[in-house]
């Protein structure tokens, strides 16, 4: 049973970063794409990114530009880089694995909370203006 355990969230000024981590326990990690949604309060889950087995990247139009996702299969871990943050980035920030997938993915099953069968338990991230 694998299992996803994130990291990084805290406070911040609007226009700082941070850098979110979820680390995987478990053997199998290459073979799925990896993503990140948030959720903030009273609004449903969304995508923010993914990142399929080839290492090709994601994002949703909110964050392009400004997050980049990254993977490292050795170490079982995705990292979430957040720069130029805005109070409107405020939310709960879960990591998800998907089942096993094909080697290059698509942005609509990165996207999808379907695709996704593991989940973190969220970390908060909240940008003060």
């Known amino acids: 049973q694998v299992q996803l355990v994130e990291s990084g969230g805290g406070l911040v000024q609007a226009g700082g970063s941070l850098r979110l981590s979820c680390a995987a326990s478990g053997r199998t990690f290459s073979d799925a794409a990896m993503g990140w949604f948030r959720q903030a309060p009273g609004k449903e889950r969304e995508f923010v990114a993914g990142i399929d087995r080839s290492g090709g990247s994601y994002y949703a139009d909110s964050v392009k530009g400004r997050f980049t996702i990254s993977r490292d299969n050795a170490k079982k871990t995705v990292s979430l880089e957040m720069n130029s943050l805005r109070p409107d980035d405020t939310a709960v920030y879960y990591c998800?694995?998907?089942?096993?997938?094909?080697?290059?993915?698509?942005?609509?099953?990165?996207?999808?909370?379907?695709?996704?069968?593991?989940w973190g338990q969220g970390t908060q991230v909240t940008v003060s203006s």
């Open positions: 998800g694995k998907t089942r096993r997938v094909a080697f290059y993915a698509t942005f609509s099953y990165v996207s999808a909370q379907s695709s996704y069968e593991t």
